[in-house]
């Protein structure tokens, strides 16, 4: 495990988004995986800033992202869907057919769910780019998350809807209470791995992941079994690192 510590949000947001544009520029064919969250928005303007600026292409890239709230309509304004239109592809030239993200609002959600799997079988990922919740979760793959897990139906637990209520008016009545999720053994199959972490309120959750046992009650610490990751965090975050 690669450890990069930088001061704080502003770095680790321009770090991280040299990291994917240097794996992009080697490989413009490249399969990114994506995450949302308030954790990469300062990384995608650092890719958008880039983008207009020196033409980095995503047009043949392709990218798939990590989970999708289930329940809300595509058009939403709080689905993965719209962020990341709005935070990113609205801004590059990666083309809509290249984009996948979990169909959070069909009918056959257990089959939108396989379908994904698959579909990542056919596309390895080579460089995900991943978030961790205070409770060490990543995508939507809470504690307790098999470490075999494939693409599934999840549940959010009560920590995550209570941090993610800040984009549904504060009212945690708001935020649906399911979602698909790349599983924790499908995010494995990645080539490299990307992580990102911001604050105070992630460095137990990065201690865990680092220097804690790897166990299922924190599933980020499966990171310590992955061949190739890359931490990028703050001071804040790494804080509890002895
Ligand atoms: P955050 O979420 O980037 O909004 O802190 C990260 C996560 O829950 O994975």
């Avoid at 990469?40 to 989970?67: H, I, M, Q, R, W």
């Avoid at 205070?134 to 939507?140: D, E, P, S, W």
């Amino acid at each position: 495990m690669k450890i990069i510590k930088v001061k704080n949000y502003e770095e680790m947001s321009k770090k991280a988004a040299k990291i994917i544009i240097e794996a992009v520029k080697n490989n413009p064919e490249i399969n990114l995986g994506l995450a949302t969250g308030g954790s990469p928005v300062g990384l995608y303007e650092n890719l958008v800033k880039d983008y207009k600026e020196n033409a980095t292409s995503y047009k043949n890239a392709k990218s798939f992202n990590l989970d999708e709230y289930m329940g809300l309509p595509q058009d939403h304004a709080q689905t993965y869907y719209t962020f990341m239109h709005e935070n990113l592809f609205n801004h590059i030239d990666i083309k809509e057919e290249n984009i996948y993200i979990p169909k959070g609002d069909s009918a056959n959600a257990s089959e939108t769910a396989n379908e994904y799997e698959e579909l990542l079988k056919e596309n390895q990922i080579d460089l995900q780019l991943l978030g961790i919740g205070t409770n060490g979760h990543i995508g939507f793959n809470e504690p307790g998350s098999k470490f075999d897990g494939k693409t599934d139906i999840v549940a959010l637990t009560p920590e995550t809807i209570q941090a993610n209520a800040r984009y549904f008016e504060g009212n945690h009545d708001l935020v649906p209470t399911k979602a698909i999720s790349m599983g924790v053994g499908t995010i494995m199959q990645a080539k490299t791995i990307l992580l990102i972490a911001s604050g105070k309120n992630k460095a137990e959750a990065i201690k865990g992941l680092v220097e804690g046992q790897v166990s299922e009650n924190l599933p980020a610490s499966v990171l310590q079994n992955h061949a190739d990751v890359i931490l990028v965090i703050d001071e804040e975050a790494a804080s509890l690192l002895s």
